[in-house]
Structures are given as C-alpha cells and as structure tokens.
C-alpha cells in the first residue's frame, strides 16, 4: 500500500513563504504523475500544481508565478514551495500520486496552511 505524507504546513503571514514537503514509500517513479490539491473550508479540492515524469507543470492560474513543484527522486519526495502567501491560499494542502494520469491515485492525509496577519 502506498503511503504519502504531507509536512511543512503552518501559519504564516501575508507575503510570506512556506514549502511543503510530500513522503512517498516507494519510488515515485512509478506515479506518472504527481501533485498538491488544496481544500479550503465550505470549498471543492482543487488543483493546485502538478509534475510529470516528462518533467511537465501545471499550475493553478491563482498560483503561477508564485508556486513551484519539484521532486526529487533519490528521497522519494516531491516539494511545493510557496511564496508570497495570500489568505486566499489558506486551505488544506494534499498530495496526489498517479501511476496513470487520471486514475483515482493515492492521496495524503494533508497539511493545513493558514496565511493570516
């Protein structure tokens, strides 16, 4: 069974950085495709940033220019970090691992942001 595990959650003011961290417990190179949702109180999950094993992102547009994914394969981990936070990025952040793009995956159990003054 695949586990992922979510870290590096927090509160943070307005403008400032986090960076997620993701643990998987096996290679991430058999996931196709992995990636951070987020769930915000009374909202959907949605999509926030997603890395391929083509090296292809995909970012949300309320997070382009802001957030970054990356990976590294040696650690089994996959990071988001995260600059000029906004209180719109408060939610619960997810990692998502696909073996095949489109299939229901493996998902952490999240980490809460809150960006708040």
């Known amino acids: 069974q695949v586990q992922l595990v979510e870290s590096g959650g927090g509160l943070v003011q307005p403008g400032g950085s986090l960076r997620l961290s993701c643990a998987a417990s096996?290679?991430?190179?058999?996931?196709?495709?992995m990636g951070w949702y987020r769930q915000a109180p009374g909202k959907q999950r949605e999509l926030v940033a997603t890395?391929?094993?083509?090296?292809?992102?995909n970012y949300a547009d309320s997070v382009k220019g802001r957030f970054t994914i990356s990976r590294d394969y040696t650690k089994k981990m996959v990071y988001l970090q995260m600059n000029s936070l906004k209180p719109d990025d408060t939610a619960v952040y997810y990692c998502?691992?696909?073996?095949?793009?489109?299939?229901?995956?493996?998902w952490g159990q999240g980490t809460q942001v809150t960006v708040s003054s």
């Open positions: 096996t290679s991430i190179l058999s996931f196709n495709r």
């Open positions: 998502k691992a696909e073996q095949q793009m489109g299939d229901s995956g493996y």
């Open positions: 890395i391929t094993t083509g090296v292809s992102r």
